[in-house]
Structures are given as structure tokens and as C-alpha cells.
């Protein structure tokens, strides 16, 4: 699991990543692996950030661009860009990101709640924020940032 206990605070470990000059995070247990980018099969019809599926081992993964989800440019995709695969309830997606920064391991208690001035749509991505070093890394809600299952491809 990845809370874990340190001196009587709950800790939790974070996969962070950037997307454009903006750095944020998802919980490690929904991260299955990091794989480089692969071109993807468009599937028609389907939402602008789902970039299409690629196979992977024989299973077919739907990739979304998590940028374009939040609203930033659609990526152009390059051997620096990779996907992280995870695991959301049922389903396990692929997110294009532009490059895997860190594995961070942090107190639960020094995540802070998303700011009040965040639009409704921002504070249902993201669910939190951390200062790390000089740095603002939004904590991400990767239920809310995916479409149902059955929207995925329409």
C-alpha cells in the first residue's frame, strides 16, 4: 500500500510529472508502469484528448492526452514523451505526459486543499497541491480526470 506511517503522520508516495512547465502528481498504487511514447490508432468519433489505442501485450489501452484534458494544447508526441499506465477503478488507461519527474514521498497532512479560486471543473482534477521544493505540484484525482468506461471510444 502507499500510506504508509512515519512518526505518527499518515505518508503517501506520488508519481509526479510535468505536462508543458506545469508539474503534477497521481497516487504510485493506480501507476502500473511507464512505458515510452508509442504512436497511437485513432479512434474515430472520439473525444479531442483521447489520442487513440495502442496495443500493449496483446490488450488494447486507450491513450488520453492529459494535457489536452486539462484544457492545454494538444500535444505532438516525441520519443521524450511517455505514458504512464494506470490503473482507474476498472479501467487502466494510458496518460501522454511529457516526461516522468520524480517519485516523491510525502506527508498527507502537508497536501493542500485545492484553492478556492480555482474554477469548479479545476477543482474536480485536482485534489489537492504540494509545495516541494520551491515547487507547486497539483495532486490529481484520476477519477474524475477520466470519461465512463462506455465514453472512452465515442
Given amino acids: 500500500m502507499a500510506d504508509r506511517t512515519k512518526e505518527g503522520g499518515k505518508m503517501q508516495e506520488l508519481v509526479s ?3 508543458g512547465d506545469q508539474e503534477f502528481c497521481v497516487d504510485i498504487m ?6 515510452g511514447w508509442t504512436p497511437a490508432t485513432v479512434l474515430p468519433h472520439s473525444p479531442m484528448y483521447v489520442r487513440g489505442v495502442i ?3 496483446g490488450a488494447v489501452l486507450s491513450i488520453v492526452d ?6 492545454l494544447p494538444l500535444a505532438e508526441p516525441s520519443a521524450r514523451h ?3 499506465v494506470a490503473q482507474v477503478e476498472h479501467q487502466v488507461v494510458g496518460l501522454l505526459v ?7 514521498t510525502v506527508a498527507t497532512d502537508t497536501i493542500q486543499p485545492t484553492p478556492d479560486v480555482a474554477s ?3 477543482r ?3 485534489q489537492g497541491v504540494l509545495a516541494i521544493d520551491n515547487r507547486m505540484i497539483s495532486l490529481i484525482s484520476l477519477d474524475n480526470v477520466l470519461p465512463a468506461p462506455n465514453r472512452m471510444a465515442a
Fill in 17 to 19: 510529472f510535468r505536462i
Fill in 30 to 35: 493506480s501507476v502500473r508502469e511507464i512505458r
Fill in 55 to 57: 496495443n500493449l501485450r
Fill in 66 to 71: 492529459l494535457g489536452s484534458r486539462f484544457g
Fill in 82 to 84: 511517455v505514458i504512464i
Fill in 98 to 104: 511529457d516526461a516522468v519527474s520524480d517519485i516523491l
Fill in 120 to 122: 469548479e471543473l479545476a
Fill in 124 to 126: 474536480s482534477f485536482v
